[in-house]
């Protein structure tokens, strides 16, 4: 069985959710921010069409953490950002290699392990904020 949804966040502009369940959309991700506090412009809107249209939804924060003591903090941000609504998707860390770049203008290299322990930290404290919350590390 395939079941088909959208990654969305700001880059993708206002969205017509409306004609997006039309056209056979069945779940949505939406990004909630990323960064230091960052919210992403759109989540709001996308999170109140998703539940006024009935469209599932999970979210996610994309990490730019390279300590554990921001990975604290960014998901401080995410749960903030994320409490008045109930999704019914998974709510998780994004980490990626832009996340590694990031550290890397800092004058941080980032290894695989590095990177493993920032997300477990973030879904940590994720869990202490009431939330099961799982990582995507790509």
Request: charged content about 25%; overall charge negative; aromatic content about 16%.
């Amino acid at each position: 069985m395939i079941i088909y949804g959208a990654d969305m966040g700001e880059t993708d502009g206002n969205v017509n959710w409306a004609r997006m369940k039309e056209t056979g959309i069945q779940f949505a991700m939406l990004r909630a921010g990323y960064g230091s506090g960052s919210i992403d412009l759109q989540f709001r809107k996308n999170a109140e069409a998703c539940e006024r249209l009935g469209i599932p939804c999970g979210t996610y924060w994309h990490s730019y953490a390279y300590t554990l003591e921001m990975a604290e903090r960014e998901a401080d941000y995410f749960a903030e950002t994320i409490e008045e609504f109930q999704f019914s998707y998974p709510i998780y860390v994004k980490y990626d290699h832009s996340s590694v770049c990031y550290a890397g203008s800092k004058g941080v290299k980032m290894t695989r392990k590095d990177a493993k322990e920032i997300v477990k930290r973030f879904c940590a404290r994720m869990e202490e904020h009431g939330y099961a919350s799982f990582y995507f590390l790509d």
